[in-house]
């Protein structure tokens, strides 16, 4: 992955975790997103489980 595609990925990480704390639907979080509801769901749970970001599954 290239640096220009790692940090979109990282703004893409940190949009989630702004949404997650204003407790959003995770549909909708996935599809602003454009990631899967899966995704969505295994990121909002580890973050629930108080996992550091580097042991989270990626969005």
Known sequence: MTPRQQQARERIRL?????FARDEKTAVVAAEL???VRQVE???RSRREGRSVTTEPKL
Not at 15 to 19: D, F, I, L, V
């Open 34 to 36: 454009r990631v899967g």
């Open 42 to 44: 295994k990121r909002r």
């Open 15 to 19: 949009r989630a975790g702004e949404r």
